[in-house]
């Protein structure tokens, strides 16, 4: 059973800073050393001194950004929110021209403690949990949501959407982000609100989506506050919570980009021995035309295995001949696991023809941006683009419910949840 509260969250002071657009920014595991760079020049009360604070010799980053954090708290930079509220929040953004429309809550989830109601897909790496750790224990606060997903059986986002905002308050909050979406917050504090959300997740479970680092170094914080308490522990300290956005699997909303490879071969490429060798597991079309191969590709995505590849100015189609391959190179995992495309590429091309391992960042670059795969491969000898259909949420879903995690680099939600919008301090 998921338990959540509602929250006085932290938010910035409408008075005091006239231009919102100027202090948020996106979750600090996708800022690029230049945006970095650039989200700190745009403002000198921009989140990200908090959030991703630069390196700079002979200083600590991490009592640096709780300096700024009490400080602006201080100066009434930041405030806390009048009331206790569970937080609507809608994004509206576009895909390939399509206006979508995402909607879900901010709230507090209790971090569970024996029952597995809380679900995560990805592998986290010790490195960023040491990082986010440092940054929790110096300024005792959740600064961004973790972004989770749930099935919605009582139809809450729907239910609270029209119930609460047609001809309602207009939201606290109303920006639009460097990429277009527009990004809207209404607190709903009434009790009806809060009961309705406690109501329907206590029957959900929580499958993370974004956020796994900042999960478990949360659940790792609260062990280490718990046991710093000892009798004097009650379970209902502010560090038992995480802050959450929650939105339901409602494919409308609910946008999934897949992570493209590029592989460098490190003593060029026999591109006939190559072929030769995928030939025996997959059926291959060249498409001589870039968008049909990628309306072809998305196609093929709906009732088979595919593949895309980019070689040497030529696109090439990978239709799977038979999944049941799969059973002999990974046995050790479930199926769900199994059927997986990113799956099919780490273990049948990488490793069992390529052979490289599929986390090797040397030889593999990853992002989910196709032209930035396309032109790392364009006219360049060695170099192969892989191309991958999304995952399914419910492929998604299914790996986490077995146990097991994803392969790195498996999914990019979109959009991210800005930071920046609400904060949730611990006491």
Excluded at 3 to 12: D, G, S, T, V
Aim: proline content about 5%; overall charge positive; charged content about 30%.
């Amino acid at each position: 059973m998921a338990k959540i509260k509602p929250f006085r969250a932290i938010i910035y002071n409408p008075e005091k800073i006239a231009e919102l657009t100027n202090v948020v920014c996106p979750p600090y595991d996708v800022i690029s050393p230049a945006q970095q760079k650039s989200y700190h020049s745009a403002s000198p009360h921009n989140f990200i001194h908090i959030l991703l604070g630069l390196d700079k010799p002979g200083e600590d980053k991490y009592p640096r950004a709780a300096d700024f954090f009490h400080s602006w708290l201080k100066e009434r930079i930041l405030i806390r929110d009048d009331l206790e509220s569970v937080y609507f929040y809608s994004q509206q953004y576009y895909v390939l021209g399509e206006k979508k429309t995402r909607q879900g809550v901010i709230c507090l989830l209790r971090l569970p403690e024996g029952e597995k109601t809380v679900f995560g897909h990805e592998h986290t790496r010790l490195e960023a949990k040491e990082d986010r750790y440092r940054l929790i224990k110096e300024i005792k606060a959740n600064l961004s949501p973790i972004f989770a997903v749930f099935q919605d059986k009582r139809r809450l986002i729907k239910r609270l959407s029209d119930k609460y905002l047609p001809g309602g308050p207009p939201p606290f909050i109303d920006i639009v982000d460097q990429e277009k979406v527009r990004h809207q917050l209404w607190g709903l504090s009434s009790p009806e609100a809060v009961a309705a959300v406690k109501n329907a997740m206590a029957e959900e479970n929580i499958f993370i989506a974004d956020g796994h680092h900042r999960y478990e170094v949360a659940c790792a914080f609260r062990d280490e506050m718990k046991e710093k308490a000892g009798d004097k522990f009650t379970g209902e300290e502010d560090f038992n919570y995480i802050m959450t956005y929650f939105t339901n699997t409602d494919r409308r909303g609910l946008t999934i980009f897949p992570i493209h490879r590029l592989f460098q071969a490190e003593d060029g490429l026999d591109r006939q021995a190559l072929q030769t060798r995928l030939k025996g597991y997959f059926d291959l079309e060249e498409v001589r035309d870039k968008d049909k191969f990628f309306f072809l590709l998305n196609k093929a995505g709906r009732t088979e295995h595919s593949i895309g590849m980019y070689m040497e100015r030529e696109f090439w189609l990978l239709r799977l001949k038979n999944i049941k391959i799969l059973n002999k190179l990974i046995p050790d995992k479930p199926e769900s696991y199994r059927s997986l495309d990113v799956c099919i590429l780490n273990y049948l091309i990488f490793k069992n023809i390529l052979g490289v391992e599929s986390d090797n960042k040397r030889l593999l670059c990853f992002s989910p941006n196709v032209e930035e795969i396309l032109s790392g491969a364009e006219g360049r000898g060695g170099r192969i683009a892989f191309f991958l259909n999304p995952a399914k949420i419910e492929q998604i879903m299914a790996v986490a419910l077995s146990g097991e995690k994803m392969p790195p680099k498996s999914t990019y939600f979109y959009p991210k949840v800005l930071s920046g919008l609400v904060i949730h301090k611990h006491g």
